[in-house]
């Protein structure tokens, strides 16, 4: 059974502060990850890609992957209010079937 | 270049009934996929389809059947509705390449009375 497992949360940091979201994954042969943000109401939308061991930076955004350990982390810097949302994880296998966790609740608190 | 359309946008139906959801990819994408968003469950992979053809599928019930034309729009039928089919249907689209990212529609919501 391939699977994508998150912390459901909720996680409540402040503004400003830095978020830190994390994921494991338990098929070894998931070559590409991906975090999507899905406001309540909304469909998901793509947030970053990693496929490479190592950090990933866009803006305030930082991507971690360890694929020893099936470990993949979102960092958000100086996180703000309207990052508040539901955070998913997803691992994709080469026949491009993907997996995708339960989402982690993040709320920026003013 | 346009996001990837979802028709309709909500839907009531009744127990017994069937439905059909349609989903129109982002163009020149050739892959889309089907899933099916509740609270408890989260995001539940249906099936894929590529280039008119299922490509995977996951662990639902043959209620749940789908189609792509050669145009890559896809269709979704679920027949013989029950409750617990209420839900968000979401399809994504991507170009189908290996483990390449998808895009979401707006998705369906579906109400089963």
């Known amino acids: 059974q391939k699977e994508v497992e998150q912390n459901s949360g909720p996680l409540s940091v402040p503004e400003g502060a830095i978020a830190s979201l994390n994921c494991t994954y338990s098929?070894?042969?998931?070559?590409?990850f991906f975090w999507y943000r899905q406001y309540s109401g909304k469909s998901p939308e793509l947030i970053m890609s990693i496929y490479s061991n190592g950090d990933k930076e866009d803006g305030r955004f930082t991507a971690q992957l360890n694929k020893a350990s099936q470990y993949v982390s979102l960092l958000i810097r100086d996180s703000q209010p309207s990052d508040s949302a539901t955070y998913l994880c997803?691992?994709?296998?080469?026949?491009?079937?993907?997996?995708f966790g339960t989402g982690t609740s993040l709320t920026v608190i003013p | 270049k346009a996001g990837v359309t979802q028709t309709p946008r909500y839907l009531i139906k009744t127990r017994g009934q069937q439905v059909t959801l349609s989903c129109s990819p982002i163009?020149?994408?050739?892959?889309v996929s089907w899933y099916q968003q509740t609270p408890g469950q989260g995001l539940q992979f249906l099936f894929e389809y590529f280039s008119e053809t299922q490509r995977n599928k996951g662990n639902f019930p043959g209620r749940f059947s789908g189609r792509q034309f050669s145009n890559s729009r896809s269709e979704m039928n679920v027949s013989t509705l029950e409750l617990g089919d209420s839900a968000l249907y979401l399809c994504?689209?991507?170009?189908?390449?290996?483990?390449?990212?998808?895009?979401f529609g707006p998705g369906t919501r579906l109400t089963v009375l």
């Open positions: 997803a691992g994709a296998n080469t026949g491009n079937q993907f997996y």
């Open positions: 163009s020149g994408h050739r892959s």
């Open positions: 994504a689209s991507s170009q189908g390449l290996d483990t390449d990212t998808q895009y």
């Open positions: 098929d070894r042969g998931s070559q590409s």
